[in-house]
């Protein structure tokens, strides 16, 4: 089935394409969360991924498994463009003359979960990772990738991978037992950064 697929979309079968969107759409916008922390930015970046995807068909190899590792490797660099791209453009805003504040809408995008304070107190920990950290932790504990698959994925060795991993949640654990203490997160800390395995999802 997957080899099937992977010679479709080679040879650019639209149809084959919309099935692979299906298959795997939700497993890149979870992926483009976790790295971003924020909804509309995650949209943009699946939207951003599969546009790629399509354009890199033809790098596909016809033998192999499952597409959802190259995906998100897809995900990954087209994350770290978004995220360089709206530094500069953040830049540029506050060059510009101030006319007057603007309405700030993050409260009312994270009214939409049912615990505000714990996550963000969680993404408070992720922003404070180095990005290769974030990025494995992303793929292996919450995507649920080997690592192999992960150091394909990033294009480094598996001990690299191992040892970034192992960093991530050393400094999660930390920085989290920390905010327990100020009373900042209630609750299993656990749960908030732990193997959220979602499959094919």
């Not at 709206?86 to 003359?97: E, G, K, M, Q, S």
């Not at 400094?171 to 037992?177: C, H, M, Q, S």
Request: proline letters at 2%.
């Amino acid at each position: 089935m997957d080899t099937n697929l992977r010679k479709r979309i080679r040879a650019g079968d639209h149809d084959a394409f919309g099935d692979l969107f299906d298959a795997y759409a939700r497993s890149v916008y979870n992926h483009a969360y976790r790295l971003t922390g924020e909804w509309a930015t995650a949209e943009d970046v699946v939207s951003l991924t599969f546009l790629d995807a399509w354009r890199l068909r033809e790098k596909v190899d016809e033998e192999g498994g499952s597409l959802r590792p190259w995906l998100l490797g897809i995900a990954t660099n087209v994350t770290r463009n978004t995220r360089r791209a709206t530094r500069r453009h953040a830049a540029a805003v506050a060059r510009l003359p101030r006319e007057g504040a603007v309405a700030d809408f993050a409260d009312e995008v994270a009214g939409r979960l049912d615990d505000t304070a714990q996550l963000a107190v969680v993404q408070e920990a992720l922003r404070r990772l180095r990005r290769p950290e974030r990025e494995v932790l992303a793929l292996c504990v919450w995507s649920g990738l080997d690592y192999r698959a992960a150091a394909e994925v990033l294009g480094v060795p598996v001990g690299t991978v191992r040892s970034r991993l192992s960093r991530a949640r050393t400094k999660l654990a930390k920085y989290l037992e920390l905010s327990e203490t100020r009373g900042q997160m209630r609750g299993d800390r656990t749960t908030a950064v732990g193997p959220l395995r979602e499959g094919n999802r």
